[in-house]
């Protein structure tokens, strides 16, 4: 049933978005911003902060940065560290190389063979990545094609495609009785996270997995392959992670707790809960090509067909002729390596222990100039702005932590160890700002918790636009072209600007649904094929991304500009009426879920209750943020005691490193958010009990954060 809401909610909707609006000129002829109680001062900081970011010094430093490859725990990538620390220490941060050591593997051999049914080479590689006129491809430390976390062996078995490699595709394949068993699965990337493609085959029986960039999702069937445009190349290959993202991230061996050097042994776990067992190869759409070409058996469903030019078949063993018969060989190399994060600090004056925690991570599976290096480069213009202002005497009122990560692209290592090393001082952070890939093309989008949705929104109303007026108006005014994971620029039902979920698949995980700190991310997307290969690289970035770096400009000022604003607001700026709208409207989809599935009877009743109980209380301590108190402590404590009461101590079932009540990454998906996922999730696995059971606890949470919040009054 729906749960009735009281008058003063249904008012609320519609004079609460016209209190709240941020940024508008006073009758003083001051301007207002929500959380502070006079921002002229405030806005003078700004002021000179926006001033200060260079294009042309984020130009430079994207160019070292991307000097040569610096896959993480090799010496290159110990450079790009000190290059950074160097640069915080310069702008007067007190800065730290944080050492980790970790499990990860590095390749020795991987090869790829394929034969027709009467035993002719079809191709053997993977292929040299190669364009006419690259200056980098030729670099002897362009890594060869492979998978973190794959795993090593020698198999042969026959060929059969799996589409994208999801749960309905393996389904479909199982449906036309299609046995897995010691088959070699391909599938092309896309819609899901590769290691969840890889999990998937395991459970079905496979021998190994070949993952190739379809041109349809990013090759010529997108427009002009580089160097004529930005679209992948033939040759073109996605390297990346299949470690079982979705079940924990970080040094696969100490889920849970930070593996420093001097971590012993019997703290660590085995290994293989989070990894494959498997081989795993990526491949560029020129290797698949032969092996697609020659299977035989049934015609693909259309949704299957990609834009290689001949019909696709699923293959396998067909009618007593042989299909394509496919030979791996993987030699990986796992040893515990060194990596660096990279910390710098400047502590607060007033609210030393309330961190403002923005980060980027570093290292890259090949040069990085989009994917993470634009990212590092606009963080350390942020902090050249940060610097200039301590030159002038400024210094926030919350301690500010700038972080490097190292590791990320074998599963947000350095992330993960750093917040699992420092929980507890994390339980005063007030939030995390990320940025990833922070500049692929000119269209901003971003995503964060509900309760900072209009936070990164009034942050972009005062960020000047290289294309005019402010980021908030170019980015709403737009329509996203971008091939990155991040949600489309589409503005809401509400006539706003569009602001997504958090999922996974970067470093704001570990912060968000480990230890409940409340996160944002940001990025600026445009046509971008060239992701985690060889052509990621300085020469690409100048030519499709970025010439003029107007745009990491851009993105320095709004990763910077969040900091500087959390970092100085008298009240924290959260939003509990806008969440709990939000998790009221997950409740109601999973009510209709749960129906559709026929579960019998489920009570979202308690669940629904406890979100109207979460928004009446955000309600009233709205009002108490409105006109921040002369000592906002007690105030701010319960804001932040709300979120961190959304943490569900026994985590999700079956994986309980994710702990957050409210988003996770899919358990199918790897990268996509699930809302209320213990519900989702349960109702997917058609578990009437434990619903019931993720529900309760959800309820639960739910209202303590309530309760939290209603301890101010």
């Known amino acids: 049933m729906t749960v009735r809401k009281p008058l003063a909610f249904l008012l609320l909707l519609v004079v609460l978005p016209i209190l709240v609006r941020a940024s508008m000129p006073a009758q003083s002829g001051q301007p207002t911003v929500f959380g502070y109680a006079d921002f002229s001062k405030q806005a003078k900081v700004e002021e000179k902060f926006l001033a200060v970011p260079d294009a042309k010094l984020a130009g430079e430093a994207l160019k070292t940065l991307t000097a040569e490859p610096h896959m993480a725990s090799t010496p290159a990538d110990r450079k790009t560290a000190e290059f950074v620390a160097q640069k915080f220490r310069a702008a007067g941060l007190d800065t730290e190389i944080v050492p980790y050591r970790v499990l990860m593997n590095l390749p020795k051999v991987a090869k790829v063979e394929a034969f027709s049914a009467g035993g002719q080479l079809l191709m053997s590689g993977p292929a040299r990545e190669h364009v006419e006129g690259d200056p980098f491809e030729d670099n002897p430390n362009v890594v060869m094609p492979f998978n973190g976390s794959s795993g090593s062996g020698d198999v042969t078995g026959e060929a059969v495609y799996a589409n994208y490699g999801r749960l309905e595709d393996f389904d479909h394949l199982a449906a036309q009785h299609i046995d897995l068993h010691g088959k070699i699965v391909i599938v ?60 924990y991230p970080g040094d696969p061996e100490t889920p849970g707790v930070a593996s420093t050097p001097d971590l012993p042994d019997t703290q660590r776990v085995s290994p293989e809960g989070n990894q494959p067992h498997i081989i795993s190869i990526p491949i560029s759409y020129h290797d698949a090509t032969p092996i697609l070409q020659n ?55 007033e609210y030393p222990d309330e961190w403002v925690v923005a980060g980027n991570h570093r290292d890259a599976w090949v040069y990085g100039a ?11 213009e942020a902090v050249h702005g940060i610097g200039a202002l301590l030159k002038d005497g400024w210094r926030p009122k919350r301690t500010m932590v700038f972080c490097s990560w190292d590791g990320e692209e074998e599963g947000l290592i350095g992330s993960t160890e750093w917040v699992e ?41 005062s960020v000047p636009s ?14 996203s072209d971008s091939s990155d994971r991040r949600p489309s620029n589409a503005p809401s039902e509400g006539g706003d600007v569009r602001v997504g979920d958090l999922g996974s698949g ?46 990491l400009q851009e993105m320095a000022r709004v990763f910077g500009m969040q900091a500087l604003r959390m970092a100085d607001t ?144």
């Open 506 to 551: 970067s470093d704001f995980t570990p912060f968000l649904q480990h230890v409940g700190v409340p996160s944002t991310d940001i990025g600026s997307g445009g046509p971008y094929g060239v992701y985690h290969s060889a052509f990621d690289n300085y020469a690409w970035f100048t030519m499709n991304a970025d010439p003029r770096f107007i745009y």
């Open 466 to 479: 290289p294309m005019g007026a402010t980021v908030y108006d170019v980015w709403r005014n737009a329509r």
């Open 421 to 461: 090393q420092h929980a507890t001082a994390l339980e005063k952070a007030v939030i995390y700002i990320n940025v990833d890939v922070a500049v692929a093309g000119p269209d901003f989008s971003a995503s964060a918790v509900p309760s900072l949705k209009q936070f990164l929104r009034d942050v972009t109303k």
């Open 188 to 247: 092309r990337y896309g819609s899901n996270f590769r290691g969840v493609k890889v999990f998937l085959a395991e459970q079905r029986g496979a021998a190994g997995v070949l993952i190739y960039s379809d041109p349809q999702d990013d090759g010529y069937y997108k427009g002009d392959t580089y160097p004529d445009g930005p679209w992948r190349p033939a040759t073109g290959v996605q390297r990346g992670s299949v470690q079982y993202l979705f079940k």
């Open 295 to 349: 299977l035989k058996g049934a015609s693909v469903p259309q949704g299957w067909q990609g834009a290689l030019p001949f019909r696709y078949h699923v293959g396998g063993q067909v009618g007593g002729q042989g299909g394509v018969k496919v030979h791996l060989v993987s030699e990986q190399d796992y040893q515990r390596r060194t990596i660096w994060d990279v910390i710098g600090k400047v502590k607060g004056t």
């Open 570 to 713: 008298d009240v924290l700026p959260y939003d509990y009426w806008t969440y709990a709208r939000e998790i009221s409207s997950y409740l109601e989809s999973a009510r209709k879920k749960a129906n559709e599935y026929k579960l019998g009877a489920i009570d979202f009743s308690p669940a629904e209750l406890a979100a109207s109980h979460l928004a009446n209380a955000g309600q009233r301590i709205r009002g108490i943020q409105m006109v921040p108190p002369a000592n906002p402590v007690k105030l701010n404590t319960a804001l932040r005691e709300a979120e961190a009461a959304l943490i569900s101590p026994a985590g999700l079932p079956n994986r309980p490193w994710y702990k957050h009540t409210i988003y996770a990454p899919g358990e199918y998906t790897g990268y996509a958010a699930v809302v209320i996922p213990g519900v989702n999730e349960a109702i997917e696995a058609k578990d009437a009990n434990r619903t019931r059971q993720q529900l309760e606890v959800l309820a639960d949470a739910l209202n303590r954060a309530a309760q939290t919040l209603s301890n101010t009054q």
């Open 370 to 380: 989009v994917d993470p290096n634009s990212g590092t480069a606009a963080m350390l």
